[in-house]
């Protein structure tokens, strides 16, 4: 059984950056799609950005509005670990951040690894805590 580690998170000021990373423990997450969602105080999971099986320029990729050309995901297929770098941060990007991985699927769709829908993944990290400060 796969298991997710976040770590990374902290305290910011508007403007800065962080990077965060998701260590997962067996191998076959090389083989599982990967996101990443946040969630705020009194306030429901959100979607942030997901990446699809392969690192490097294989891989594809998609995010959702508000992170859009500030975050970008990433992963090393041969470290097991995966990455959410985020630049320009607002105080709106306040959140426990949470990683997660989605299996194989037994027949493939398109975008089955993009998803941006919290239940359709298998594997959750325990949260890192970001903060971003005026």
């Known amino acids: 059984q796969v298991q997710l580690v976040e770590s990374g998170g902290g305290t910011v000021q508007s403007g800065g950056s962080l990077r965060l990373s998701c260590a997962a423990s067996?191998?076959?997450?090389?083989?599982?799609?990967m996101g990443w969602f946040r969630q705020a105080p009194g306030k429901e999971r959100e979607f942030v950005a997901a990446?699809?099986?392969?690192?490097?320029?294989?891989?594809?990729?998609y995010y959702a509005d508000p992170v859009k050309g500030r975050f970008t995901i990433s992963r090393d297929n041969a470290k097991l670990t995966g990455y959410l770098q985020m630049n320009s941060l607002k105080p709106e990007d306040t959140a426990v951040y949470y990683c997660a991985a989605r299996r194989p699927p037994t027949t493939y769709a398109g975008g089955y690894y993009l998803s941006p829908m919290p239940n359709d993944y298998d594997l959750w990290g325990q949260g890192t805590q970001v903060t971003v400060s005026q």
């Open positions: 067996g191998r076959a997450f090389s083989g599982y799609g």
């Open positions: 990446i699809s099986r392969s690192g490097g320029s294989g891989g594809s990729t």
